[in-house]
């Protein structure tokens, strides 16, 4: 029976929530959860892993859960975000490791190949694919592709309203996040969105018939009463800083992903549609593999573990 353990390490001027399994001094996989989530939405993954003989290190990211939350934006940036990762390895003495993402952290897993380039041996990324950085500032894109209709990210710079809106009722934000997120062939939930007009993101996701069958009430009632103590503040202050982020990244130590990398997908995820995988090749310069799994929606390690572990352990078994 593999058991994790909780523990807090100081790294990066930040102080992070860490479930940890497996052997120390075995090959390191650390996984970054995405928005809004928690190190305790890789659960079906930490002991399948930790049994196949990896040190596997999964924090709850700067902002979220057990973690600090800095309060200025600028300490979300990807600079920080991949820091994080970098001191995890320090901690435990590794010089290297798999990174494996999940939405934002997708973005965390993508980018370490490129400013920890030394410090990498393969990387995942699911549900958001490898992206190479836009010829323009993000914002300004979005603003001109969306102009007076509603998009989320942008919703999301402007501190306070959003804020204010996903902790009004926490309950109600996870159940919609989590029931709604899903794509049939007739409809996008973020394109349903994309209408003018003063209502917020929660309020346009659509409501669930029910709690989804991938996730227990009492899993729910967890990120609930996580949620409901920490606000959701630090996380959107990730997305406060994708112009940071474009500004940041112009130049990098390594201009490409060049270890062994593997995506993961959804065929019914909406952020499929929204991160074309067509450009990938401009960023990965390693060998790439993309594995779709069918009718799948974006909370893909939770919603189908079983698919979504054999692929890990095939990956990291010949990269």
Same mark, same amino acid.
């Given at each position: ?9 100081? =790294?990066?001027? &930040? ?6 399994? +497996?052997?120390?001094? %075995?090959? @390191? /996989?650390?996984?970054?959860? *995405? ?46 975000? =991949?820091?994080? &990762? ?6 435990? +003495?590794?010089?290297? %490791?798999? @990174? /494996?993402?999940?939405?934002? *952290? ?61 902790? %009004? ?87 490409t992903i060049a270890v062994p990398t593997l ?57």
């Open positions: 029976m593999i058991t994790s353990t909780q523990r807090l390490v100081e =790294t990066n001027g &930040v102080t992070l929530r860490v479930t940890e399994a +497996g052997d120390r001094g %075995a090959p @390191v /996989v650390v996984l970054a959860h *995405g928005f809004p989530e928690l190190a305790f939405s890789w659960r079906h993954q930490i002991p399948a892993l930790a049994a196949a003989g990896y040190h596997v290190l999964a924090p709850d990211q700067r902002g979220y859960g057990g973690s600090s939350a800095p309060t200025d934006v600028e300490d979300y940036d990807v600079v920080k975000l =991949t820091g994080d &990762v970098a001191g995890l390895l320090d901690d435990v +003495g590794a010089e290297k %490791a798999v @990174v /494996v993402g999940h939405d934002w *952290g997708s973005v965390v897993a993508t980018n370490f190949p490129l400013l920890h380039p030394d410090r990498v041996s393969a990387c995942v990324a699911i549900s958001v694919p490898p992206i190479p950085r836009p010829a323009t500032r993000p914002t300004e894109a979005w603003r001109s592709a969306f102009g007076d209709n509603f998009f989320y990210i942008l919703y999301f710079q402007e501190p306070g309203p959003a804020d204010a809106e996903l902790s %009004a009722d926490p309950a109600r934000t996870m159940r919609r996040l989590m029931g709604g997120m899903r794509s049939s062939d007739s409809t996008n939930v973020f394109l349903e969105m994309a209408t003018p007009g003063p209502a917020g993101f929660v309020e346009r996701l659509p409501e669930p018939d029910g709690r989804p069958d991938w996730i227990a009430e009492d899993e729910v009632d967890h990120y609930v009463a996580e949620f409901t103590r920490t606000g959701f503040t630090g996380p959107l202050n990730w997305y406060r800083n994708f112009d940071r982020n474009w500004e940041l990244t112009e130049t990098t130590p390594s201009p995506f993961i997908g959804g065929t019914a995820d909406p952020a499929l549609e929204m991160t074309p995988r067509d450009r990938v090749r401009d960023v990965v310069s390693g060998p790439y593999r993309e594995v779709l799994v069918d009718g799948a929606g974006h909370w893909l390690q939770q919603e189908r573990p079983a698919e979504v572990n054999a692929a890990l352990l095939e990956f990291l078994g010949t990269s």
